[in-house]
């Protein structure tokens, strides 16, 4: 088994489950990030920078990356992203 699927499996393992309002909430935000010309980078720093005021680690702890539902958020981020970018020809020639 290579190291990404190895990987891929631990985290399965050891990712909490989620509420749908967790899901929701992660699910939003990645969307949201990803929407933003710069790839969501100044979003997410602010995001986090609000996090660090906040210390709402229980609703938005996620963006953290060492948060155990960090990979969850990003595997949106990076999905709402390549969506965003697959021009939609491309999309309506796969039906």
């Known amino acids: 088994m290579d190291t990404s699927a190895a990987m ?8 909490p489950s989620l509420s749908t309002e967790e899901k929701r909430r ?3 935000v990645a969307r949201c990030v990803a929407r ?14 609000l996090l660090g005021l906040t210390r709402n680690a229980r609703r ?7 948060h155990p539902l960090h990979p969850y958020y ?3 981020k990076v999905s709402e992203r390549c969506r965003i ?5 491309a999309a309506a020639d796969r039906r």
């Not at 891929?8 to 990712?15: E, I, N, P, Q, V």
């Not at 938005?60 to 060492?66: I, N, S, T, Y």
């Not at 970018?85 to 020809?89: E, I, K, S, V």
């Open 8 to 15: 891929t499996m631990d985290h399965h393992r050891a990712a």
């Open 26 to 28: 992660i699910e939003r």
């Open 36 to 49: 933003d010309r710069d790839g969501g980078d100044l979003t997410e720093k602010l995001l986090l920078r």
């Open 60 to 66: 938005w702890g996620f963006l953290a990356p060492d």
């Open 74 to 76: 990003l595997q949106h």
């Open 85 to 89: 970018l697959r021009p939609r020809h």
